[in-house]
């Protein structure tokens, strides 16, 4: 079975409270929380207070997508909102061990994020590291976006590359019931699901399919 962290991206942000307490109901195993800058990326989301105020709803990890500019910048703000997971794309810094070591200091689960035109071997010399790794299924920056194919090889050679290595692999973007099981094989651990999950008539049964239980 592979783990589901819904993207809150696509939940109703004038009822985030309930939505991420349902997400807990519904039987998630994540809240993946996608921050977006208006620069590394081009949409604006949430920040730290939304972190902060979804913390009080839900007992779940909050697993933070930061795409932003210079991440070393927010990521104590974010740890001290309350996050969980941090993760960043090492395109947006060029702090990536820096950023790494602020997270794992604080006693928190790291990761670094590769969007479709990215390579493997931006991440070689942290696989020792991080705890796990997001391979982008679409470009980062909107939500409902349709599922890119060749995040598929990227996810198999990804596995090899960590394999005796403590990480999980997670995939973002497009995901839907149909194509779960086919990135399930591929090696991923973790998938992200932001419309597939709250655009469903009935997102627990969704979210039940999405994890192949």
Same mark, same amino acid.
């Given at each position: ?6 993207s ?16 807990e109901?519904w039987?998630?195993?994540y ?32 697993? /933070?997508h930061? +795409?932003? &500019? ?6 104590? @703000? =974010?740890?001290?909102?309350?996050? *969980?997971? !941090? ?45 796990? /790794?997001?391979? +982008?299924? &679409? ?6 976006? @349709? =599922?890119?194919?060749?995040t598929? *090889?990227? !996810? ?23 194509n ?9 651990d ?24």
């Amino acid at each position: 079975m592979i783990k589901v962290a819904p993207s809150i991206l696509s939940a109703d942000f004038a009822a985030m409270g309930q939505a991420v307490e349902n997400l807990e109901k519904w039987g998630a195993d994540y809240v993946h929380c996608d921050v977006m800058d208006g620069r590394f990326v081009p949409n604006i989301t949430f920040g730290m207070p939304m972190i902060k105020a979804i913390r009080k709803h839900t007992s779940l990890p909050l697993d /933070v997508h930061l +795409m932003i &500019v210079n991440p070393e910048d927010y990521i104590e @703000k =974010f740890i001290d909102a309350g996050a *969980d997971i !941090i993760t960043f794309h090492p395109d947006s810094t060029n702090k990536t061990a820096e950023c790494l070591a602020t997270v794992k200091n604080a006693g928190l689960k790291c990761g670094l994020v590769l969007n479709p035109d990215k390579p493997l071997s931006m991440l070689t010399d942290y696989l020792d590291i991080v705890d796990e /790794v997001i391979v +982008m299924g &679409v470009y980062a920056g909107f939500g409902g976006q @349709k =599922f890119l194919p060749q995040t598929l *090889d990227k !996810i198999s050679q990804l596995k090899k590359l960590a394999k005796g290595k403590n990480l999980l692999i997670e995939m973002d973007g497009g995901a839907t019931c149909e194509n779960a099981r086919s990135i399930e094989n591929a090696g991923a651990d973790i998938l992200v699901a932001g419309s597939a999950v709250f655009g469903a008539e009935n997102p627990a049964e969704a979210i039940r399919i999405l994890g192949g239980k």
